[in-house]
């Protein structure tokens, strides 16, 4: 005869199943969202020659998606909380499924950006409902450390395996299948959403702050599309810094309207948390550093080693297994040892792998410093991620879920396109300084225009420069100009990278010096520092 304890264990079975088939399907729609973001930069060169486009116009291909998606995401997750996070979801894939039909037969280039940009619209209303979702449905401390770090290994899972994904379609079919791809994934997950997932919404809801949400994405867009495009513009240009002014004028109205209305769309009171804030800034330097090693690592496999789209996939593979393996590891190991300590030690381990890659050259084989300083990047931005985000989404109420998960996705997408963008823009500066006069001194009859431009903005063009015909007179400069083109484009590496390695330290030193060392017991906001009083607030 059972006992007591033996039947209730059993009668949770059903329950317990249902949490996790729950949490395979909201990682599957995080899955295609993240992978969505990525998988298209593979894309960009065959996009580039068939549409004929520069390379601000591709780079807007990726931006759109990032500009639309990094601004609707607080304004996504507070109507989660309110109208139901499920529902939202529901509805985001709905959106990916039909714009993506968009991408897919878009005839020019202002049509691919559109596309993209809907696209970045939907992924917003899908994102900040799965860890939401994720925290409402696991409510035992321990297991909702568990589903937290599945959901941020396939977070990072996705961004890294992006490339192999890439790289497989575009062996195998034209640029188009990075879009038709989405279709019927978008509408399974769909499907399995609407039979697997619970629903789940705030119980308390104030009134609806419809001037906080139009602040917040005001503020949020225009700073995210002046980061975007200050490479361009250049960074203190007028118009730069004007739009810097403007979105910075936003954030502060929208913080000076939230803390005076009675229902903000986002409790500000929850950033004097240090066990919020500090987490968030965390994450969002280490996907400063691992979007700008992306970045880099793109270019260096595609332009310096020459490879394929699916070669590069492959040679990514072990920054996502690392990971993979990484994020789940250190949730656990936070579980016993506390947050605090194991955030540094990422931190650390991240700017280790970064400074590695700063000392790669022209003749740096793969199997050596490339290999370890990307295993040692993906267990940095692994070990960072999970404890950080539990510790995140642990500072919040139930009720607050959508807004908290909102926040820590805005911090990624904010991070990384400003990793993008510093990095980038270094990296461009030298290279382009070194290379431009090279290039300038090589007549059009012997190499064309389009050739010469694409070649001044990216050493990715090598490709295109090794598969053209070769002029007889311009037989003897070529090999010397690849050569210069590589070499470039590493010095510029090697400056971004002690950028991202102070970046890494000092947020590491902040972690170490501000954030609490000792784990409190229970779980939300209660337990993370009011229970514990100002201890824990920063003043």
Known sequence: MSSPTTSRHLADVPQFRRRYLALIVICAAELLVVLDNTVVNVALPSMGLQLRAEMSGLQWVVDAYTLTFAGLLLAFGHLGDRYGRKKIMVVGLAGIAV??????????????IAARAAMGVCAAAVFPATLALIINIFTDAKERALAIAAWTAMAGFAIAIGPTAGGFLLEHFSWHSVFWINVPVALLVLVAALACVPESKAEHVGKYDPLGIALSLAGITVLVWAIIEAP??????????????????????FVWWELRTPSPVLDLNLFRNR???LPALAIAVAYFSMFGFLFMITQYFQGVME?????????????????AIGAPLATIV??????????FFGLIVMSTGMFIAGQVEVETPYLGPVLVSMILMGLGLAIVQGPATESIMSSVTLDEAGAGSAVNDTTREVGGTLGVAVLGSIVASIYTA??????????DAIMEPYQKAFARETVVSVIEIVKAPTNPIFATQKADLIYAM???????????????????????LAVALFLPWRRPEGNGVLLAWRAEGDGDRIS
């Open 434 to 443: 070194q290379v431009s006069p090279k290039i300038d001194a090589i007549p």
């Open 486 to 508: 590589k070499a470039a484009c590493l010095e510029g590496f090697q400056l971004a990278s002690f950028v991202t390695v102070g970046a890494a330290v000092a947020c590491a």
């Open 307 to 323: 490879l394929t789209p699916l070669e590069f996939g492959i040679h990514s593979l072990p920054f996502a297994v690392s990971i």
């Open 275 to 277: 066990r919020f804030s």
């Open 334 to 343: 936070a579980q016993r040892i506390g947050t605090t300590a194991v955030i």
């Open 232 to 253: 361009h513009n250049g960074w203190l240009s007028a118009t730069s810094v004007g739009a810097y002014l403007a979105g910075s004028a936003a954030i502060v109205a």
């Open 99 to 112: 714009m993506s039909v968009g991408g897919a037969v878009a005839a020019d280039l202002g049509q691919v």
